[in-house]
């Protein structure tokens, strides 16, 4: 009996210690940082940013820093000349790989701007902060104000809670956003590598900068056989090949998979402009007027996912020098 005793004190002995090696931490965020913990971090980042006080933080000692793909200290940039909050909020977390994003708006000279934010934490610090901001006329359509309305929030359906059996594996996520990429550059219509299939469901919708390009009520003055890409939904744009001007989507990366409510957060490098005229896959000519010259726009998107069909597209994209090379990495896609 004595040593049955032994054998069991000792298996408790090393459960205890497997369990507190595991919420052990050399900072002072958990290392099994769930959703909600993750969320709170976040939230702790953009207290700090409006108050300016990167001290408020549990950084890493080489904690990585950049502002638009360009590396900087942290406490330098927007950190000097952000006023406040503002009104809308989108958070996505990873507990699986550390990482946990932000889409929102915040103030800076009286105006709001949009801020794609990304945090890593590693050890129970965070190791890496990557920021991207967008402001009113950086380029193509936007609308920052709407969203920073107060009262404002995205669709109920980014916040469902999917039951364990309904979520796809990580990779099957990824391959779903990475789909959406492939199909648009130098988008001809004829479906993601040739398929002939794009992974849309039928009630796709996408937000740019706060601003919807798809789905926007034609003006009633328009002739119906105009092109007015913005008109249509996700799927009529793709089939059509209205994106033909995107010549190259590179550094491609998936740095977060919030498994729980479908979504996938993806980085990546559109380059364009040097290609403004093209044939739609219904023979028509098209030509866009404003695509004269090299350009490129840093793109964050978030995709919500639905039965292995993209439904909801958010993006934060500002634009940027001609072919930039993201300073974190990435694929080419191909």
């Known amino acids: 009996m004595r040593s049955t005793l032994v054998v069991f004190g000792a298996m408790a002995a090393a459960a205890l210690i497997v369990t507190a090696r595991a919420n052990a931490s050399t900072g002072p965020i958990p290392l ?18 409006a ?21 900087i200290q942290l406490g330098d940039g927007f ?4 006023e406040s909050v503002g009104n809308y909020k989108h958070i996505f977390a990873d507990p699986e790989a550390g990482q946990v994003v932000f889409m929102g708006t915040m103030h800076e000279a009286g105006k709001p701007l ?18 991207i901001y967008f402001r009113q006329g950086g380029g193509g359509p936007a609308n920052i104000a709407a969203l920073d309305m107060p009262g404002y929030k995205p669709e109920d359906m980014w916040f469902k809670s999917l ?51 798809t789905n926007v009520p034609r003006p009633a003055n328009e002739p119906k056989d105009a092109i007015n890409g ?10 059509l090949g209205y994106y033909f001007v ?5 550094d ?26 093209g044939v739609l896959s219904d023979g028509r000519p098209y030509k866009f007027p404003f695509f004269n010259s090299p350009s490129s726009i840093l793109v964050t998107e978030a995709f919500l996912i639905e039965n292995g069909k993209i439904r909801r597209v958010e993006m934060i994209g500002p634009a940027a020098f001609y072919h930039l090379t993201s300073p974190w990495g990435g694929i080419s896609g191909r």
């Open 246 to 250: 995107v010549q190259a989507i590179h």
């Open 114 to 131: 949009l801020m794609s934010l990304r945090l890593r934490i590693q050890l129970g610090r965070i190791t890496e902060v990557e920021a």
């Open 51 to 71: 108050a300016k006080d990167p001290k408020r933080l549990p950084l890493s000692a080489d904690v990585r820093y950049t502002e638009n793909d360009q590396p």
């Open 252 to 277: 491609r990366r998936y740095p977060l998979v919030d498994a729980e409510r479908g979504v996938v957060w993806a980085h990546v490098v559109f380059d364009q402009g040097t290609v403004n005229s």
């Open 79 to 82: 950190w000097k000349t952000v």
């Open 163 to 213: 039951p364990p059996t309904q979520r796809l594996s990580r990779p099957e996520m990824i391959s779903i956003a990475d789909a959406y990429f492939s199909g648009l550059e130098k988008n001809d219509g004829k479906g993601v590598n040739g398929t002939g299939t794009y992974p849309f469901t039928n009630d796709c919708d996408r937000i740019e900068n706060g601003s919807h390009t």
């Open 230 to 239: 913005f008109a249509m939904d996700c799927m009529s744009q793709f089939k």
């Open 32 to 49: 099994n940082c769930d959703h909600a913990c993750l969320e709170g971090v976040v939230n702790q980042y953009i207290a700090a940013l």
